[in-house]
């Protein structure tokens, strides 16, 4: 049995050992590269970390005892408990700092790293000059006990989430968001991200490339694709990881964390389904969505109301191809009555709505033709308090009708001419919250008289855009594929159909004087790149729309990568560049072949018997947000005579900013055809820009098909 003199001396010994691999560890960084079973032991740090802690703070109990320099005994049991924790502590900091060359960046990685390696740093000092006085030692003691304390709260910090150990103090109150304010991302999708996905995609620990606690982060997408696309369910990673089978390691959240409810996935799903988008405000989606119905309950503005609801008969009834009539939220007796449809609006419908004239309270009739329609019937609506009529051609009498509704508190009479008579009468309804006053003709002077009649009503006289051009939305191209043999059917369109198309097929931009008028569809037989923008009177010109088409011409008889691509990039290796298949630009893993430590190199060889390539064509994908940028350098070099001879090189221009994810052609004319094989070269950019977030970092290349033609 050993004996504790032995032990001492063992922990002794290994604690050197510790302190050595530590500095090591601390001073190569991610400089090192770790085999699998190592980085299964970095893993084993939040396992570990309990070991030291415990172990520490019982050794340090230890010298508070009272006479304990009297009691060898004890003084050595407490001694070695210390010295055992200093040893955990060193194994704990080392597994530690493994794990954090993984996908752990930030400022809180920081305070935990390097309060962990002072702490070990501490009870080594503090172990070896142990025999100071006591009072030094007990001070020493406290110290090095509230480092402890902080390191373990940043690495909570790290693992749940900024605050972990002193939320339960704070206060649980939430302020209550008034129903027309709440925004669909901000108050009812990121509250669901932030519990349930954030602790894994934050500052300080970002899996899979992919940052979520701010909307940047959410737009720039991972490693593995964007993280939505607008209505798209299949190529949008939330949708994809949320739906999958629980028990698939990609599944997401992982299934030890929390789940997300089926109201959480449903509300997330159809967030996509309507746009996905980060500012839209709920009230502005139509009452009777999926999202809307479920959204709504959780904000002030569900009021409670105490009348009886309408026989669900006659609301069923009352639901028409031109008119819709909904609860006003899930359960709620409430009405929401919306007409829509202006071909088909029956000024007569209005009298079908006294079954349910106590349960309406929302009614909308905006850009129905209400000209000369009796508007009397509104008074019957005793709960009616919020009515929209924007665009309806209203006249001052109708207009009378309304200003007596003493219920309304919302009214949006935006569109409609307010004469200065009108303008009195809407000036005593000092029940409005809100008055929506757009394109109503008003002047200066009565918008500031009515702002004075109603001072506590938030009136919203809209946008005076007379004079301001607009910026046209992007033409849309349309084309059966991107790699043909014959020939391509190009076609361009856009949603304002005076908008004029001006087209170039040779990816220059082009402008609305020298440029191709589109007329009707464009037949292409060769390889290019089509851009298009469109114009039109009192508009600005539209961004450029692109489209890459790629006649298959000469395949190569024989090829061969010089240097394979990463092994997260691969695809199915040389044979994906002369496949002509496309890849999709999102799909960064699936079709591409990506480089960022060697330069792509493919040997080409071709039928010496046949006619020799002229021109190549190559597709890349861009993404700076994702680091995949033009190459630094493209060369085409030809075997002539044993000897490799330049016969094209460039290189690409880059972005200043980061764009979305998009495939780009390149085409090369090469100076002679008089070679045995060619060797094409694409340099990754060694550094990227200072405008970059990661500056500094090596850049990607990613390529997907090269074409041949003569």
Known sequence: MLKISSIRSILESTLFV??????????????????????????????????????????????????????????????????????????????GLILAQEEYTGELLNW????????????????????????????????????????????????????????????DEVELIPLAEAEIFADVVQPILQAKCVSCHKEGKIKGELRMDHIEGLQKGGKSGPFVLAGDFEKSLLIQRINLPEDDKKHMPPKNKAQLTDEELLILSEWVTSGASFEQKLVTLPAKSELYQLASVKFEGKKIYSFDAADAEDIEALNTSFRSVQPLFPESPALDVSYFGISTFPPKSLSDLKSVKDQVVRFSLNKMPLAGVDLKFLKDFEHLEELHVNFTDLDAEQLKEISELKTLEILALSGNTIEAASLQHISKMSNLKKLYLWQTGLSLDQQKSIQTALPETEIDFGFDGKGILYKLNNPIISQEKM????????????????????YTLDGTEPDSISSAIYTQPIFVSSTGKLLAKAYAAEWKGSGSSEAIFMRSGIAPIDFKLINEPNSKYKASGAATLFDLVKAEAPNHGQKWLGYQDDPMIVEVEF?????????LSISLLYNEGAHIFPPSKITIDGLVNGKWQQLASTIPSASTSALSARSELLNFELASTNYEKLKITLTPLPKLPNWHPNAGSKGWVFVDEMIFNE
């Open 483 to 502: 790699i043909y043999q014959d020939s391509l059917e190009l076609s361009i369109s856009h949603p304002i159909k005076t908008a004029q198309i001006r």
């Open 607 to 615: 039928d010496h018997k046949a006619n020799q390539p002229k021109e």
């Open 112 to 171: 935990h790293k390097w309060a962990g390696v002072i702490v070990f740093s501490g009870c080594v000092l503090l172990y070896f000059y142990r025999s100071i006085q006591a009072k030094a030692m007990r001070i020493s003691s406290l110290l090095l006990a509230g480092g402890i304390i902080a390191t373990g709260h940043w690495g909570a910090g790290l693992t749940h989430g900024e605050d972990f150990l002193l939320a339960p103090m704070k206060s």
């Open 18 to 95: 510790w302190i050595g691999l530590t500095i090591i560890f601390t001073l190569a960084g991610n400089s090192l590269i770790l085999p699998d079973w190592l980085q299964v032991f970095g893993r084993s740090h939040p396992i570990l970390l309990h070991f030291p802690i415990v172990l520490l703070l019982m050794g340090l109990l230890f010298f508070w005892i009272p006479g304990i320099d009297s009691k060898p005994e004890v003084r050595e049991i407490g001694e070695i408990s210390f010295l055992a924790g200093c040893n955990f502590a060193g194994i704990t900091v080392i597994a």
